[in-house]
């Protein structure tokens, strides 16, 4: 098995909640905070790691990232509250 790929849950420093997927969370999360992440990320920096998940493929990291990305804020909050994530 190669290396995993992660689904990430970042908290934006307006609030708001960004999912997405990487190899390397750490060097994905200094990405965002250096403004080259994603379009949505560089007006709401910084941007803190919440969670993170490993998966074994791609496909399922992606996955995880489209049904999160996908659910109102409360089934985010939710989700977050469920794994024992603080964010307030």
Same mark, same amino acid.
């Given at each position: 098995?190669?290396?995993?790929?992660?689904?990430?849950?970042? !908290?934006?420093? +307006?609030?708001?909640?960004? &999912?997405?997927?990487?190899? +390397?969370?750490?060097?994905?999360?200094? =990405?965002?905070?250096?403004? %080259? &992440?994603?379009?949505? =990320? *560089? =007006?709401?920096?910084?941007?803190?790691?919440?969670? /993170?998940?490993?998966?074994? +493929? *791609?496909?399922? /990291?992606?996955?995880?990232? #489209?049904?999160?990305? $996908? *659910?109102?804020?409360? /089934? %985010?909050?939710?989700? !977050? *509250?469920? $794994?024992?994530?603080? #964010?307030?």
């Amino acid at each position: 098995m190669g290396e995993p790929y992660y689904f990430y849950v970042l !908290l934006c420093a +307006d609030g708001t909640f960004y &999912g997405g997927y990487t190899r +390397d969370v750490g060097a994905r999360v200094a =990405t965002h905070n250096a403004g %080259k &992440g994603a379009k949505y =990320t *560089q =007006t709401r920096r910084p941007v803190r790691l919440l969670y /993170a998940e490993a998966f074994a +493929d *791609q496909h399922a /990291a992606l996955s995880a990232e #489209w049904h999160f990305k $996908h *659910q109102s804020r409360a /089934a %985010k909050e939710a989700f !977050l *509250q469920a $794994h024992h994530i603080q #964010w307030r």
